[in-house]
């Protein structure tokens, strides 16, 4: 099993940062890809970024490309999203998710932050 547990959701006004932060335990890490999804209301919930644990490859959203970032430390078992110049389409609650690649695929999910951006 593993545990992924979100934090650094919050208010911010439109142009502003946030950094999201998933702290994930109980199994090692090396086997699973880490992202972000967002779910905003009344919508499917949508990828925004990913990142191989082990070699750091990242990829992104068309829509947050340029303005997030995803990083992870390994020896803290934690990954981050920046986010920069949000937008108030940026509102939504944001998942942490571990894909496992290596061996049958699943995934684990947080239980989210919520986000939300003032115009």
């Known amino acids: 099993q593993v545990q992924l547990v979100e934090s650094g959701g919050g208010l911010v006004q439109a142009g502003g940062p946030l950094r999201l932060s998933c702290a994930a335990s109980?199994?090692?890490?090396?086997?699973?890809?880490m992202g972000w999804f967002r779910q905003a209301p009344g919508k499917e919930r949508e990828f925004v970024a990913a990142i191989t644990w082990s070699g750091g490859s990242t990829v992104y959203a068309d829509s947050v490309k340029g303005r997030f970032t995803i990083s992870r430390d390994n020896a803290k078992n934690t990954v981050y999203l920046q986010m920069n110049s949000l937008k108030p389409e940026d509102t939504a609650v944001y998942y942490c998710?571990?894909?496992?690649?290596?061996?049958?695929?699943?995934?684990?999910w947080g239980h989210g932050t919520q986000v939300t951006v003032s115009s």
């Open positions: 109980g199994r090692t890490f090396v086997s699973y890809r």
């Open positions: 998710n571990a894909h496992r690649v290596v061996g049958p695929p699943m995934d684990f």
